[in-house]
């Protein structure tokens, strides 16, 4: 695997400062690199949901005594 960067008339001219390319193997690719990011994503996705929630509960509702609370209406994790 090599990272490389294409010429400005190949992409986008904002993604040659942000944005690094990898050329590999498409084995490598479907068995090892995409497994892995499907499974940070899931995880990352996770962790940024019961944040949100966190958030939304402790400080847009933080005085929960006039609300009545549905656990049942919260989505599952």
């Given amino acids: 695997m090599m990272p490389h960067q294409e010429s400005a008339s190949e992409t986008a001219p904002r993604s040659i400062y942000d944005t690094v390319m990898v050329r590999a193997p498409r084995g490598f690719v479907d068995q090892v690199l995409w497994p892995e990011f499907g499974e ?6 996770a962790y940024l949901h019961e944040v949100t929630l966190r958030v939304i509960r402790d400080e ?4 929960a005594s006039e609300a009545q609370e549905v656990p049942e209406a919260l989505p599952p994790n």
């Fill in 60 to 63: 847009v509702f933080a005085d």
């Fill in 40 to 45: 940070l994503d899931r995880a990352l996705q």
